[in-house]
């Protein structure tokens, strides 16, 4: 059976919405991103037109492609993939929240390319954790989070909205819960020391998220189960 991406919309929400029972949580706690790289254009206006507002691509240049076709439609773009420092700029303008921030000297030019812009919102950033496992670089040790949280705060056009993990591809949601756990339990710490809201944990993929739901995500970034799968691995 052929399935549309609104079907797989549908589905994803219901599922969405079981797992946020279980847990004693609402649904309309968590924010279904959608993550569209490698999919084309029209397959982000067609999730759009069903409903959905929030989109992750993973490269700065793969969405430059694809922005000219999706002008004026207003989604919240996520940077969810590791950025260079000298494509910052390059990030700034063209997403509206950066959730994969793991760097100070990053930070910095995202800030001051963001006072370059039009006066507008602060960018929303997430601080993403590196918890272990070798499938990802990206991240900043847990030791150096506070320090660098200390410092993002500092910048005026940054908003510090909480904080992002990619844990190992681990084939049984639940032994991956135990990364979503310790995402928590650093946000959680990290609140009480620097006595502000941190409100976002961006945390599960397609084959993990109702896991990441039950250990408090409040953003899931869901590609294949949306979208279908990859024509070429990312
Ligand atoms: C690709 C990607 C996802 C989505 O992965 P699926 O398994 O296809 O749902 C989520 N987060 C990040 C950072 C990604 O790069």
Partial sequence: ??????????????????????????????????????????????????????????????????????????????????LQSNKAARAASAFTAIDSLDDWALAQRIDRAAAEKPPSEPMRVLIEVHLGGEETKSGVAEGELPALAEKVLQLERLHLAGLMCIPPFLEDPEEVRPYFARLRHLRDALKTRLGRRLPVLSMGMSHDFEAAIQEGATEVRVGTALFGTRSYPQ
Avoid: C, Y
């Fill in 1 to 82: 059976m052929l399935t549309t991406i609104a079907d797989n919309l549908t589905r994803l929400h219901e599922r969405i919405a079981a797992a946020a029972q279980r847990a004693g949580r609402s649904a309309e706690e968590i924010t279904l991103i959608g993550v569209s790289k490698t999919h084309p254009a029209e397959k982000i206006r067609e999730a759009f037109q069903s409903g959905l507002r929030h989109f992750g691509e993973n490269r700065v240049q793969e969405w430059e492609g694809k922005r000219a076709a999706l002008a004026g439609l207003p989604a919240t773009w996520h940077l969810i993939g590791h």
